[in-house]
């Protein structure tokens, strides 16, 4: 099972948020049977073996094993991953688009390029997927609180300066089989956590 699996497929998306599939695929961390299911989440077996024949056609469950009980096959199902995400590319005609409004300072830039770094890097991990790689990424999480708004104004500044000075001293434009890499650096309010 995958840590986490980009949706890229219109459909897959569409079938991955129904409410009803949405607790299946959370019950099924652990491989379990249509039975196992019903009785978990309350709903009738054959209307858990509808959805999970939905969710297995787009890829979002599989086959962990199957049983002989009596005169039937039982089948156990499981989740491809412990968690989901929506790439934009399942919105095609409406993904967001930096280039449309580069402003560094609107938090909706901000979520297109978020929704750029989810496309892109779902697409490479499909493509390392089938060919049996990894890819080679670095990401920095961290927070810092900021006494004023000139703080925060202050470090924004510094941080594009070196940002601008490490991208000027290694990009190398020349470089024969080099290959481009995007960098993206964002600060942003931490959202609140719930008490």
Do not use: C
């Not at 459909?11 to 049977?33: F, M």
């Amino acid at each position: 099972m995958l840590e986490v699996a980009v949706i890229e497929d219109p459909a897959a998306a569409e079938v991955s948020l129904d409410p009803v599939r949405v607790r299946l695929l959370a019950a099924l961390g652990e491989p379990k049977s249509a039975t196992m299911l019903a009785a978990e989440v309350g709903l009738p077996r054959q209307k858990v073996n509808y959805h999970l024949r939905q969710l297995e056609q787009h890829g979002l469950v599989e086959l962990a094993e199957e049983r002989r009980r009596g005169n039937m096959t039982e089948r156990v199902m499981r989740a491809t991953a412990a968690s989901y995400v929506i790439s934009p590319t399942a919105l095609a005609a409406v993904q967001p688009d930096p280039a449309r409004s580069p402003d560094r300072l609107s938090a909706r830039w901000l979520l297109s390029v978020a929704a750029r770094l989810v496309r892109d890097v779902g697409e490479l991990i499909g493509g390392a997927s089938k060919a049996g790689k990894k890819v080679a990424t670095f990401a920095l999480d961290g927070e810092v609180r900021f006494a004023t708004a000139g703080d925060r104004a202050r470090f924004a500044e510094e941080l594009a300066g070196a940002v601008t000075a490490l991208v000027a001293k290694y990009h190398d434009e020349t470089a024969e089989g080099g290959r481009p890499h995007r960098v993206v650096v964002a600060v942003h309010p931490a959202a609140r956590k719930e008490p």
